[in-house]
């Protein structure tokens, strides 16, 4: 073989001698590798028919070995590449393609998409294809084509998700228990503090003698850090894009990352913040930016639907003060937790504006004279020319809508927490100002303040009386 690659370029006889084996070769390869790669890889299938990402795992870490196997011996005969070996590699790596492709567009769920996606990007293509990008050619292709598929599937479930799981998410009475299940959690932490305290002080009063603290006390301070230690991690499982420091001890970790109060670690969230921020760290490192920034506005402005929803239930059966602190919350929670994905949420959205079509139609018919005239008043000329319908361009920022409704909240928030203390003074101020300023008109007639029914010393009093009762009730002055 060394000596017909020598000569091939002396005769085009030679080139096809060459040729004739290497097609020879790889028609052996085939015959002889190819049963028993399908039939590896239908054992995979088999073993791991309920564990997706155990199947992709190990069918491309099988499929990667035979390629480089493959490779390796080729050129223990042959000393010039030949796209006949990218072809043979190629159809052996479709084998594991055609597979593993059925099960990938059934799949659900959005945890396994994700993984999968993780899968070939990190374990396959960074650790292995670019470690080996010769060997592997033929394996990249169809790997690439497999996590387009996974990509397509990921973005297409994550739509249904977003509509059914956030968007149309139907609370649960326990959903909407505000301010409830705050106050709840508050007393827990209350006790929590307490039995904590009683335990350093029986520790220190009692030298080497054991805690006499109570056994439920120990129970919920285990509950406690337990909970503590996992709502650590499933915040760091939430904000993929956040770094946190590795070299802190639990206990550190836990007093410098976790907030003071239960009330406020995300399992407390309502469920679709939950969701809508899972799902977007889910995605984040698994699709292209700009399908990214589509869907992270798309899922934003569901959530804040459902939160506009969810408050106004809590507005029925409770209040519009917790109804507007439940919004203020869970917006500041949102801007906070998108803050890190380092990408833009602004989408340009293109739109067909019809709106200048039916005046067009009703001028037409109104001119309907002058269809056959022959100049610029043609009437079925104006309805061309007026009735096209305009194609209009404009961004939506889901990152300034979050923005605008917190700030749209805090602003009825403080107009209701401020007329509900003060009100009575407002409205007895605002009077004042319209007197005042019909005597700075020039040449009105002077009103009397003091003269008015409701500007008496007695009614000054009172309204003033009542609004100090109001906030002393609300402000908690002593």
């Not at 060997?135 to 059914?164: G, K, P, T």
């Not at 301070?221 to 909970?227: D, G, Y």
Request: hydrophobic share 35%.
């Amino acid at each position: 073989m060394e000596q017909i690659e020598q000569r091939i370029d002396k005769s085009p006889e030679y080139s096809q001698i060459l040729t004739d084996v290497q097609q020879c070769y790889f028609n052996q390869r085939t015959t002889l590798v190819g049963p028993s790669v399908t039939s590896a890889i239908n054992d995979l299938a088999a073993k791991h028919v309920r564990d997706h990402c155990t199947l992709m795992r190990s069918g491309c870490a099988f499929i990667i070995h035979v390629c480089e196997d493959e490779y390796r011996l080729f050129f223990n005969f042959f000393s010039k590449p030949t796209p006949l070996l990218d072809s043979m590699l190629e159809s052996m790596c479709n084998q594991l393609y055609d597979i593993l492709r059925p099960l990938i567009i059934h799949i659900s769920h959005l945890e396994t998409l994700a993984e999968l996606c993780s899968i070939m990007k990190v374990e396959m293509m960074e650790e292995h294809v670019q470690h080996s990008l010769t060997e592997l050619a033929a394996f990249e292709a169809v790997c690439s084509q497999m996590l387009e598929d996974v990509q397509e599937r990921l973005v297409y479930r994550s739509h249904i998700y977003i509509r059914n799981d956030i968007l149309g998410y139907n609370p649960a009475p326990g959903d909407v228990a505000y301010p409830e299940k705050l106050e709840m959690m508050e007393s827990i932490s209350e006790s929590l503090k307490q039995g904590q305290t009683q335990g350093q002080s029986s520790r220190s009063g009692s030298g080497s003698s054991s805690s006499s603290a109570s056994s439920s006390s120990q129970e919920v301070a285990q509950i406690n850090s337990t909970t503590a230690e996992t709502s650590i991690k499933e915040q760091s499982s939430i904000m993929t894009p956040l770094r946190i420091n590795t070299n802190l001890t639990p206990k550190e970790s836990v007093g410098s990352y976790m907030p003071m109060s239960p009330a406020d670690l995300h399992g407390m969230w309502y469920p679709t913040v939950r969701r809508t921020l899972v799902c977007l760290s889910k995605l984040y490192r698994c699709i292209d930016k700009t399908t990214f920034q589509g869907l992270s506005q798309e899922a934003l402005s569901m959530c804040i639907h459902s939160l506009l929803a969810a408050s106004e239930a809590i507005m029925k059966r409770k209040n519009l003060m917790d109804c507007y602190l439940f919004l203020v919350k869970h917006l500041l929670i949102l801007r906070e937790q998108i803050a890190p994905f380092q990408v833009e949420f602004a989408v340009k959205e293109t739109v067909l504006d019809f709106s200048k079509i039916k005046d067009a139609a009703v001028g037409l018919y109104q001119h309907k004279y002058k269809l056959l005239a022959f100049n610029s008043s043609n009437a079925l000329l104006q309805f061309l020319l007026e009735g096209t319908p305009h194609v209009t361009e404009h961004f939506v920022d889901s990152k300034k809508d979050v923005d605008n409704q917190l700030k749209k909240t805090c602003e009825e928030f403080i107009h209701h927490v401020t007329e509900k203390m003060v009100g009575n003074l407002q409205s007895f101020l605002s009077k004042v100002d319209v007197i005042l300023k019909m005597n700075d008109d020039d040449g009105a007639h002077n009103v009397s303040l003091r003269k008015q029914p409701f500007a008496g010393p007695e009614k000054l009093h009172d309204i003033v009386t009542e609004t100090y009762k109001k906030s002393e009730k609300h402000c908690a002055i002593s």
